[in-house]
Every structure is written in C-alpha cells, then in structure tokens.
C-alpha cells in the first residue's frame, strides 16, 4: 500500500493539471459511465471522463455546443415524482419491490429502516453507504438506501455512482431502484428508454457487487432492476423488474477493456491542459493530442460529438459512417482508399470487402449507365 499512494497522489495532481489549476472536478455519473463502456475504445473520452473534465464546456470552447441537457420542467417533474415515490419512509417504493421481487414478508409502512448517509466529501460518503449497507445485511428486515454513493475504479481512476435508491430485503438481497417521470402505458414503457434505464443501471449494479464482494458472507445483488415510473399518464407510481444480466456482463467486459487513464496521460506531450480559459487554438491541439474514436452513436452520448464528428469527416475515417461500416470493410479506414478499392485501384481482389466494394461499384455503374464511383 505506502508504494502505492505516491502513484496515485501523482495520477490525481497530473488529472487536476489536465483540467486546470482552479477547475473542480465534474463528477461522473451512471449515464457517462455507461456512454464511456459502450466506446471503450476512445481515449479521448476516457481521459476527458477520468480528469472530471466538463465536456460540455469544453465543447463550448472549441465552438462546437453539444445541446446537451434536460429541460427544467423534466427536472421538477421528475424530482417531483421521487419524492412521492419515496414518501413516508418509501412505504410505496418498498411495497412495489416486495410485489415483484420478493425478498421476504410483506412491508409494514414506517417500519422500514432508512439510514442517514450523510458525510464529507465523496469518499466519506461512500464509506457511510457501505457502512449501511454491511449493517443492513445483516439486520433482516427492508432498508431503503436513499441516494447512496458508490465507487467503481473505472480504467484505475475510482468513480463516484448515486442511484436513486438501493433496497435491502430481509433475505439480505439487494436490489438496485432506478426511478424514471417516463409513463408506463398498460405495463410496458418505451422500449429504447426502459434499454438506457438498463445499461444505467447496470453499473450501479457492478459498483454494489464491489461493496458486496467486500463482506463475509457474501450478499447478492440482484441483476433484476426496480425501474419505478408513472402509471399511464398519471403521477401514481407503477414498477417493472428490469432483467439487466446482458448489460451487467457487457457492460462489466467493455470497462475491463479501457486503458488504464495513467498510461493516456503519460502519452501527451508536457504541459497539456483542457483549461477552458485558455487560448482556442491550445485548446484544441490538447484535445487533438488524445485520440478518439467516433462513430454517430455518439452524437447522443457525448458532449463532444459534434467537434468530434467534423475532425472525422475532416480526416475522412471510415468510423464516421457508423461502426458496423467499420467492421465490414477491414482493413480500409479511409474513405478514399473504399472509393480506390471500388476502383480497383487499391486492395487484393481475394479480400471479401474488396471484392465486395468492386461488385457494388459495378451494380452501381450498370444502373448508372457507366458512372463512375
């Protein structure tokens, strides 16, 4: 341990030069932490993520504004409509988890334990919510963990997670409460938002598994998520058991896959800094420093994916046409040498993807008349 604390005092003053001597560290949360694993080969993000560095503003500076954010009405109503699901000491909420999951007898209102989790600082925090949670595993009866803080080492750099909720089930279980102001329409909610909800909730899930692997015996965390939404179009509360196993393990497999935030930050030339209140043209050479690697889906996941969307476009990668482009075409990254292989300028005519690209600019040219690629 004392060999390691210089390596990590070290990694935290070389994060806090990245973003600047006077700049907070912006948190990251569940919805980054799950866009970051979906890409988990984009250094850039990573690097960006494990600073704490604003995207956002960062994009701002480099003139290319994300639009990112939630409405203030989304904001109110959906605050709003968790406190009433956690009211009287989350009566509700506890009851809507022992009608779908189980976990022992049925609640009683107001006999549920809700322990205080207030403490300095983000490490304090975390140390006071698995405090509560090695208290309630062993007490037996429903505890509800309102905003309880976890950690996750994310590419060795620890992140700081907050569920909405964590319940405790008498049979010592846990279960990982995910509250969303999106309706629930006759049972079932929108499709693509019930999948964000699951790929958010999922490191939540493996940030508790963490916590849990820590204490003897072992407690289960469940990998069924309580997604708790409006009923219809109503503020009354409804629940869904959200099956989150596919997106546990993918999830857990695409953060084993990042490079660790130290051996980026090794690679950058001294003295970088995403510092906004630097020059333009500094900031986007230290952003150019660290390579990215973007594809459109992250157009609705990340802050700088429009900045990095043109510097594709300008560079003429594959990547910007999609990943799945990407995959089929192999070894050509370039448009250019796509457009040279359907040419037949470039390429071994045995590869698949040539072979592929030369008969599609030949279907091509035949319904043309003989036009070119």
Not at 316 to 323: E, N, S
Request: aromatic content about 4%; overall charge negative; hydrophobic content about 45%.
């Amino acid at each position: 341990m004392p060999k390691q604390e210089p390596r990590a005092t070290g990694l935290r003053q070389r994060l806090a030069e990245l973003r600047g001597p006077s700049v907070p560290p912006k948190a990251l949360d569940a919805r980054a932490l799950a866009a970051l694993a979906a890409n988990p080969g984009c250094r850039r993000r990573a690097l960006l993520d494990g600073a704490g560095v604003d995207k956002a503003t960062l994009a701002e500076a480099l003139g290319s504004p994300s639009g990112f954010g939630q409405s203030q009405f989304a904001f109110v109503r959906g605050n709003a409509f968790e406190a009433r699901v956690k009211a009287d000491g989350g009566a509700e909420l506890l009851r809507l988890a022992h009608g779908l999951l189980g976990g022992g007898p049925e609640p009683e209102p107001g006999t549920a334990r809700v322990p205080e989790l207030g403490a300095a600082g983000p490490e304090g925090r975390a140390a006071r919510t698995a405090l509560a949670l090695r208290e309630a595993a062993s007490a037996a009866e429903w505890t509800l963990l309102d905003h309880p803080l976890l950690a996750l080492d994310v590419a060795g750099s620890p992140a700081y997670l907050e569920p909405d909720a964590v319940v405790v089930h008498p049979d010592g279980r846990w279960t990982v409460v995910e509250i969303k102001s999106f309706p629930m329409v006759d049972g079932s909610a929108d499709a693509s938002k019930v999948g964000a909800a699951a790929r958010q909730s999922a490191v939540y899930v493996l940030a508790l598994e963490e916590v849990a692997r820590r204490l003897d015996p072992v407690p289960g965390v469940r990998h069924e998520v309580l997604l708790v939404c409006p009923r219809d179009f109503s503020n009354l509360p409804t629940a869904s058991a959200v099956d989150a196993r596919k997106q546990v393990a993918v999830t857990k497999r695409q953060l084993a896959r990042l490079t660790r935030i130290e051996e980026i930050a090794e690679a950058l030339p001294p003295g970088t800094t995403f510092d906004v209140e630097r020059p333009a043209a500094e900031i986007e050479e230290a952003v150019s420093a660290v390579p990215a690697t973007y594809a459109p889906q992250c157009l609705s996941s990340c802050e700088l994916a429009f900045h990095c969307r043109d510097r594709a476009r300008e560079a003429g990668t594959v990547t910007a046409l999609g990943r799945s482009l990407r995959g089929e075409l192999g070894g050509l990254t370039e448009v250019e040498r796509v457009l040279a292989a359907a040419r037949g300028a470039e390429g071994d005519p045995d590869d698949p993807a040539v072979a592929a690209l030369r008969r599609a600019a030949a279907l091509r040219a035949e319904a043309l008349g003989g036009a070119p690629c």
